[in-house]
């Protein structure tokens, strides 16, 4: 066995180890999170809901166009990373002042557009958000960047657990917009504490010029691209917010978080693993071409039943878990869960693109589904409101998809083909055929939805998926699959 091949399995297991941890923690956090979403939407109103959007919204706004893509370019570093700390948080702090202070002082503004005076005082809470993230010790970089996510998943989810406590607890007893909001900033305030208390590294108050230059040269392009992202990933709540009302705006964002389960949660998992993997394997085409492939397989795996099973089940879902308050997401939930699946996929291009150190493609792409997601948009939401904005939405993605399979079979280098990238999804998609069609069977007997029978059908369809997959594992050689599961076994043959 070659010293290169030793490497490349080292990584590997070094990866399936800490996606194990950064899948844990997505799983318990976000596990939670959904649980306190349930409850909240049983004790609050949409308005609510809405009102957080707008203060978010707001925080985001200024976050992304303030963008400085330092951390990105402090893991794509192969060398001398430590130099650049001092620099890189001293920036981050005095960003956090300033978008702190801007929100503070524009929230009458941000309330005024969105018409809700009610909203002043919650951008102005949620603003103090930016200072405790701003100060965070950036030390813990090092996590990701070598990939020891046991120490990400103790800093992350010691905030969540505290966000998720205090805003169950205060809505029981408030009834209003401010659990969420009191909540929020204890999960950040915790965080900020634990990162110090988890990394040695102590950070001082140093801005160098060029160091600076250098992390900027990189990280203009995650400016750009992150802007061109949040426009078409957040453009929408603007205008929907402004054209139909908090309401209205309240009721979309709850059917994208449901819908966007498989974009939201696994590629973030993925991203967070696969980043600083890809990094390492920048110089080595063949091993990235095989770390990728794995990557959309491991993903579509997932990503694919998972968006067929929302489009389903959402009506189930709604009334059994959210009540008919909420009946008004249904449709758009369907349309968004079809867009969701695709973007699960389509996501995972992006850490390729800046662990290859050509983040300019990544902006450009973005640019193509800006332009396709808001040429229509204003007159799809007028006609058909919330779902006029959810097709927009679709189409976006739809180009963005097209855009990657088209660079990766001609510019990535890689030697990938379109006809692989097809043929791992499109197994992926007749293996939930049988799932799709027990779940339409259930809905159809008239058999009458409660919790039980809602929570029986999934895991029914789970098994029903599994049957499929190893079925067609034998039909199809190579299955997909099959890479990951021979790694799997060398990672338990083979020590650590």
């Known amino acids: ?43 609050l109103a949409p308005s609510d809901f809405g009102l957080l959007g707008i203060a978010m919204l707001s925080i985001t706004i ?26 890189a948080w001293t920036a981050l702090a005095i960003r956090g002042f300033i978008l702190c202070g801007i929100l503070f002082l524009a929230a009458p503004l941000i309330a005024g557009f969105f018409k809700s005076p009610a909203a002043v005082w919650v951008i102005r809470a949620i603003a103090a958000s930016t200072l405790l993230v701003g100060f965070r010790n950036i030390g813990i970089i090092y996590f990701r960047k070598d990939l020891d996510f046991k120490k990400e998943f103790a800093f992350d989810f010691s905030g969540t657990v505290v966000d998720v406590a205090v805003s169950v607890v205060l809505a029981l007893v408030l009834r209003n917009v401010w659990a969420l909001v009191i909540g929020g900033l204890l999960g950040n305030v915790v965080r900020l504490a634990v990162s110090y208390m988890i990394h040695p590294y102590r950070p001082k108050l140093i801005l160098d010029g060029a160091r600076f230059k ?24 603007i205008l929907l917010g402004r054209l139909l009302g908090v309401t209205a ?34 110089d080595d085409a063949e091993a990235l071409k095989t770390a990728f492939l794995m990557t959309i397989t491991a993903v579509s795996f997932i990503s694919i039943p998972l968006s067929i099973a929302i489009f ?9 878990f959210l009540g008919a308050k909420w009946e008004a997401i249904i449709a758009p939930s369907r349309i968004l869960a079809i867009a969701g699946g695709i973007r699960s996929v389509s996501a995972i291009w992006g850490s390729i693109y800046v662990a290859k150190g050509i983040p300019a493609v990544a902006f450009r792409k973005n640019i ?4 396709v997601t808001f040429a229509p948009i204003y007159f799809l939401t007028m006609e ?23 660079f990766t079979a001609f ?30 069977w259930v809905k159809y007997s008239g058999i009458h939805f409660n919790l039980l029978v809602f929570l029986a059908t999934a895991v029914a369809a789970v098994l029903v998926y599994l049957m499929a997959v190893a079925l067609i594992q034998k039909l199809f050689k190579p299955y997909p699959l099959d890479k990951i599961k021979e790694m799997m076994r060398n990672r338990h043959e083979r020590p650590d």
């Open 62 to 87: 200024l976050e992304t166009f303030s963008q400085t893509g330092f951390q990105s370019a402090l893991i794509q570093k192969k060398k001398e990373a430590e130099e650049y700390l001092d620099t």
């Open 249 to 282: 705006l309240g009721v979309y964002q709850m059917a994208y978080l449901i819908s966007n389960l498989p974009a939201t949660e696994i590629t973030h998992i993925v991203s967070q693993v696969m980043f600083p993997a890809y990094s390492k394997l920048q």
């Open 384 to 406: 058909y409101g919330i779902s006029g904005t959810s097709i927009a939405v679709l189409a976006g993605i739809i180009v963005s998809i097209t855009y990657d399979f088209l």
């Open 368 to 371: 193509l589904r800006f332009i």
């Open 214 to 237: 250098t992390l900027f040269g990189f990280g203009k392009w995650i400016l750009g691209s992150t802007v061109l992202v949040f426009l078409v990933t957040q453009g929408d709540d």
């Open 312 to 320: 389903l089940l959402i009506p189930e879902f709604t009334y059994v």
């Open 1 to 43: 066995m070659t010293h290169q091949q030793t490497g490349v399995e080292s990584l590997s297991s070094k990866i399936f180890s800490s996606g194990a941890w950064v899948f844990a923690l997505r799983i318990l956090s976000r596990g939670m999170g959904f649980v306190r979403t349930i409850i909240l939407a049983r004790l």
């Open 411 to 440: 510019k990535s280098g890689m030697g990938i083909k379109i006809s692989e990238l097809i043929r791992i999804i499109s197994i992926q998609i007749i293996a939930s055929i049988p799932p799709a069609g027990f779940v339409c």
